[in-house]
């Protein structure tokens, strides 16, 4: 398995998580791993990108709430999940950009709900 999110769980409105996402050795680079969702019903889309040349994109749904950081000694990427909404509520996945994807590892179900 080369990309294994962790993290999720139930969360309250308004509240945080923070999701792992552990790359494994034979990818040369974490530093354009991103994030997706799928939401319940939903196709996956990506929330997260990092582009080739660095740039960072959020989606306008997590812009402001979410943002990403990683650890190059531990080859984990991480995604810090603040102010939660229940349109949060999907399997949240970490990969490359769209157009280098990798295949699809475990994703993580993050819940938010009172």
């Known amino acids: 398995v080369q990309l294994q999110a962790s993290g999720g769980g139930l969360v309250q409105p308004g509240g945080s998580l923070r999701l792992s996402c552990a790359v494994s050795s034979s990818i040369d680079s974490i530093d354009n791993i991103g994030w997706y969702r799928q939401r319940p019903g939903k196709q996956r889309e990506p929330i997260v990108v990092i582009t080739s040349g660095g740039r960072i994109m959020f989606d306008d749904s997590v812009k402001g709430r979410f943002t990403i950081s990683k650890d190059n000694a531990k080859n984990t990427v991480f995604l810090q999940m603040n102010n939660l909404k229940r349109d949060d509520t999907a399997v949240y996945y970490c990969?490359?950009?769209?157009?280098?994807?990798?295949?699809w590892g475990q994703g993580t179900l993050v819940t938010v709900s009172s």
């Open positions: 990969n490359g950009p769209p157009d280098d994807l990798l295949a």
